[in-house]
């Protein structure tokens, strides 16, 4: 029997959603719902508005309700870890967990960030990873799920380098024993570009509606290097529009977004993500 026939027995269709407060603004009903549509499953995939103090409560409710999985968005992707049975082995390491896949009243949190990151920039902008050196700019949520994946494809060396140097230090102790990884503070960023293969910006530095932000200059760049930008509002930021005109390729945070979706869609149902009808609806979404 599929994941999601199991399911259908209990609810009548698949039952999804996401956690968030606030919640209203957020994309992924849209995605997934003609993600649903394309593989001609019935069920829902619906926007939970749940403040803090009942993080609680709505977990207990999606073994209640049938709910074969939801996502979990900010603030409660580190908060939501105590409430489940257990973790996968990246959730626990990265420290935080954005799906949830209810297996008969057990659940098991998963961090797909990282992971969905990795997929997006291999499949549009850099398919080997192997013996690259890639700096990262910025130490936060995002940036941990994405340097936990980029180390288990075996890169020469990962720099990342944060406003507050703390963090990038204490990250790069943290994870050692992970590959070849070093922590800098933000301002020596910009001395390390040079003979980088990759780099990537997980700063909100360039997002709307600051978008005239950019977190070094592009005269920095060499052609021939890949520069990647977490945000996907714009869906070009300055940094990625400066890159390419420099003869970089440029690789936006859009496709991030679609594949952490395709992977909680792909534990949820075993199915391969429809992920072409996952972008065209963001794609819609953002009016472009
Ligand atoms: P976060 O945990 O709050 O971390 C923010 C990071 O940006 C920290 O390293 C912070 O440095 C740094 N930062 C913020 N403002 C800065 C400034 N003015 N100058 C220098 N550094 C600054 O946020 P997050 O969840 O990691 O998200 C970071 C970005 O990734 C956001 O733009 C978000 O939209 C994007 N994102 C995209 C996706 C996707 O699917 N494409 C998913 C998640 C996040 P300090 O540590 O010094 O404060």
């Given at each position: 029997?599929?994941a999601?026939?199991?399911?259908?027995?209990?609810?009548?269709?698949?039952?999804?959603?996401?956690?968030?407060?606030?919640?209203?603004?957020?994309?992924?009903?849209?995605?997934?719902?003609?993600?649903?549509?394309?593989?001609?499953?019935?069920?829902?995939?619906?926007?939970?508005?749940?403040?803090?103090?009942?993080?609680?409560?709505?977990i207990?409710?999606?073994?209640?309700?049938?709910?074969?999985g939801v996502n979990v968005?900010?603030?409660?992707k580190v908060?939501v870890m105590e409430f489940l049975d257990q973790l996968d082995e990246s959730a626990a390491s990265i420290g935080a967990v954005n799906t949830i896949v209810n297996d008969?009243?057990r659940l098991t949190g998963y961090n797909t960030d990282g992971i969905g990151y990795v997929r997006?920039?291999?499949?549009?902008?850099?398919?080997?990873?192997?013996?690259?050196?890639?700096?990262?700019?910025?130490?936060?949520?995002?940036?941990r799920g994405i340097?936990h994946s980029?180390?288990k494809?075996?890169?020469?060396?990962?720099?990342?380098?944060?406003?507050?140097?703390?963090?990038?230090?204490?990250?790069?102790?943290?994870?050692?024993?992970l590959?070849?990884?070093?922590?800098?503070?933000?301002?020596?960023?910009?001395?390390?570009?040079?003979?980088?293969?990759?780099?990537?910006?997980?700063?909100?530095?360039?997002?709307?509606?600051?978008?005239?932000?950019?977190?070094?200059?592009?005269?920095?760049?060499?052609?021939?290097?890949?520069?990647?930008?977490?945000?996907?509002?714009?869906?070009?930021?300055?940094?990625?529009?400066?890159?390419?005109?420099?003869?970089?390729?440029?690789?936006?945070?859009?496709?991030?977004?679609?594949?952490q979706?395709a992977y909680a869609l792909e534990y949820w149902?075993g199915?391969?993500?429809?992920?072409?009808?996952?972008?065209?609806?963001?794609?819609?979404?953002?009016?472009?």
């Amino acid at each position: 029997m599929k994941a999601e026939e199991q399911f259908v027995h209990s609810s009548g269709g698949l039952l999804l959603g996401v956690m968030g407060d606030p919640i209203a603004h957020s994309k992924s009903p849209q995605m997934h719902g003609a993600a649903l549509q394309a593989l001609g499953i019935t069920g829902a995939y619906v926007p939970l508005h749940i403040a803090s103090e009942r993080l609680g409560d709505a977990i207990s409710a999606i073994r209640t309700l049938g709910f074969r999985g939801v996502n979990v968005t900010i603030p409660h992707k580190v908060a939501v870890m105590e409430f489940l049975d257990q973790l996968d082995e990246s959730a626990a390491s990265i420290g935080a967990v954005n799906t949830i896949v209810n297996d008969g009243g057990r659940l098991t949190g998963y961090n797909t960030d990282g992971i969905g990151y990795v997929r997006s920039l291999k499949a549009e902008a850099a398919p080997e990873l192997q013996d690259t050196r890639i700096l990262v700019l910025g130490a936060g949520g995002a940036a941990r799920g994405i340097i936990h994946s980029l180390l288990k494809e075996r890169p020469a060396e990962l720099i990342v380098a944060n406003r507050t140097p703390d963090k990038a230090v204490q990250l790069a102790e943290e994870w050692s024993t992970l590959g070849p990884i070093r922590g800098i503070g933000l301002e020596e960023a910009p001395s390390f570009i040079e003979g980088t293969d990759l780099v990537i910006n997980t700063t909100s530095i360039g997002m709307h509606p600051k978008v005239d932000g950019t977190p070094f200059s592009a005269d920095l760049l060499a052609p021939g290097m890949v520069v990647s930008d977490l945000i996907y509002n714009p869906l070009e930021t300055r940094l990625l529009r400066e890159a390419r005109e420099r003869g970089c390729t440029a690789h936006g945070g859009l496709g991030m977004f679609v594949y952490q979706g395709a992977y909680a869609l792909e534990y949820w149902t075993g199915r391969p993500a429809p992920v072409d009808a996952m972008r065209q609806a963001m794609l819609e979404c953002m009016g472009s």
